[in-house]
């Protein structure tokens, strides 16, 4: 695999982690659609399958993720969602959404450990940031259906882990961008 693969590839995991997890909206609809960061991915595990033959088998679940995310993003022009409609669907999507994060963030660290610099650790942060988000990601979905006995708490709650959740992926963001600085310094000294 060559290096433009690589470099190409990171870069989109780093963007699409900013379209999936940062939104801003205009009444319901999203400026940031989080289903152009699930293709991304996909894009991503294209360019860096070569590097980490498992990335391939997150394709159905990112493929899942990216179809769920374009019809609430293409019913939000007229004020609708699938979240919410069926509680059992929402449980699965968000289940599919934990496992393929946690399991991309895996992968991805093993391809940091393959090519960053001695002395760095970035393998050992993306495991950190993995995990961290991994147990944010529980706690909103856990939250969202216990907020009816939790009242206010639950939106304190909420707002908490928002923003921790945003620092997390801004720190995940500067992490992959600095993998693919690695990568393009490690082609530039061949």
């Not at 860096?48 to 997150?58: C, F, V």
């Not at 069926?86 to 660290?109: C, E, K």
């Not at 993306?126 to 907020?147: C, K």
Request: aromatic share 14%; net charge neutral; glycine share 8%.
């Amino acid at each position: 695999m060559d290096y433009e693969n690589r470099y190409t590839g990171i870069g989109k995991v780093a963007w699409g982690y900013f379209f999936v997890f940062i939104d801003f909206k205009i009444n319901s609809v999203s400026l940031l659609p989080a289903f152009v960061g699930y293709w991304m991915f996909l894009s991503a595990i294209h360019y860096l399958k070569e590097d980490e033959r498992e990335l391939g088998l997150l394709k159905p679940l990112g493929t899942i993720l990216a179809l769920w995310h374009g019809v609430n993003w293409l019913l939000s022009f007229g004020g609708a969602s699938l979240s919410g409609l069926w509680q059992v669907a929402d449980i699965l999507v968000g289940m599919v959404n934990l496992y393929f994060h946690f399991q991309f963030l895996t992968n991805l660290s093993s391809i940091a450990k393959k090519y960053q610099p001695e002395g760095y650790s970035l393998d050992a942060e993306l495991l950190r940031y993995r995990t961290v988000l991994t147990v944010l990601q529980t706690a909103m979905m856990v939250n969202a259906y216990l907020a009816k006995w939790l009242g206010n708490f639950a939106v304190l709650l909420s707002i908490v882990a928002l923003v921790v959740c945003l620092v997390v992926i801004i720190a995940l963001m500067k992490v992959l961008f600095e993998l693919r600085r690695c990568i393009g310094e490690e082609e530039a000294e061949r």
